[in-house]
């Protein structure tokens, strides 16, 4: 029984709160990716 709330829970929509948090995390994850990045001559 407890596996099947377990899959419950892991279908359940998120809040609307909780989304946007995951996309300010993901956000704030690709600017620091964007800053490790090499500079390359040729991209200019």
């Known amino acids: 029984m407890r596996e099947i ?7 359940r ?3 609307k709160r909780a989304k946007e948090k995951v996309l300010q995390a993901k956000k ?5 990716k964007e800053t490790r990045k090499p500079v390359n001559a040729s991209d200019e």
Do not use: T
């Open 28 to 32: 704030m994850q690709s600017a620091k």
């Open 5 to 11: 709330e377990k899959l419950r829970r892991q279908k």
């Open 13 to 15: 929509k998120r809040s």
